[in-house]
């Protein structure tokens, strides 16, 4: 099992800038990517962005791509989504998620392509 804790959710606003993070434990030799999701109420789980752990190469949803980052610190286990320009669609809770990958390129995208998750962080952008 592997177990996520996010942190860094809170109110901003728009324009304003955010850094999530997600710091993985247990057997994480197990996976190899990281993930970000969010959700609002009554719409599907959507993903941002995914990174592979050992090549640090990342990939992101066009709705968020020139606006946020994830990094990661392999020594802590923890990723990191930096949000700049923050907009009132931002408004969701962030979820973290680790995997197995076959291929960080095509794959990663999808819920169902995570193995574990984080309980989640609210970001509220007000406008």
């Known amino acids: 099992q592997v177990q996520l804790v996010e942190t860094g959710g809170g109110l901003v606003q728009a324009g304003g800038s955010l850094r999530l993070s997600c710091a993985a434990s247990?057997?994480?030799?197990?996976?190899?990517?990281m993930g970000w999701f969010r959700q609002v109420p009554g719409k599907e789980r959507e993903f941002v962005a995914r990174?592979?752990?050992?090549?640090?190469?990342?990939y992101y949803s066009d709705s968020v791509k020139g606006r946020f980052t994830f990094s990661r610190d392999k020594s802590k286990n923890t990723g990191y989504l930096q949000m700049n320009s923050l907009k009132p669609d931002d408004t969701a809770v962030y979820y973290c998620a680790s995997g197995r990958l076959l291929n960080i390129i095509t794959m990663g995208k999808r819920r169902g392509d995570w193995d574990y998750w984080g309980q989640g962080t609210q970001v509220t952008v007000s406008s």
């Open positions: 990174v592979g752990w050992s090549s640090g190469m990342t």
């Open positions: 247990g057997r994480t030799y197990s996976t190899n990517a």
